[in-house]
């Protein structure tokens, strides 16, 4: 996976609802960069989803981690299609 189809993947998720609004493309960059990171070397879509849930988690506070794993399940599908 490079940092680039993880970006795409982000962005167009948008998890937390911030390019919907008036927040720059690259407002995602910094959490992308860190899944990018962790995730080299990783084997299934659930290892991904882990990975994501992680770090929105360390970025966004873990108030938000409930809420990740009904979404997860966007990256994962996107994983399983594209980058396997």
Not at 59 to 74: A, I, N, R, Y
Request: proline share 8%; charged share 30%.
């Amino acid at each position: 996976m490079t940092f680039e189809q993880i970006k795409v993947v982000i962005d167009n998720w948008d998890p937390i609802g911030l390019l919907e609004g008036e927040a720059p493309p690259d407002e995602y960059d910094i959490e992308s960069r860190a899944i990018f990171e962790e995730a080299r070397g990783i084997t299934s879509p659930e290892d991904l989803a882990k990975i994501i849930q992680r770090v929105f988690t360390r970025f966004f506070g873990e108030s938000l981690s409930p809420s990740f794993e009904p979404v997860c399940s966007h990256p994962r599908r996107y994983y399983r299609a594209r980058l396997i």
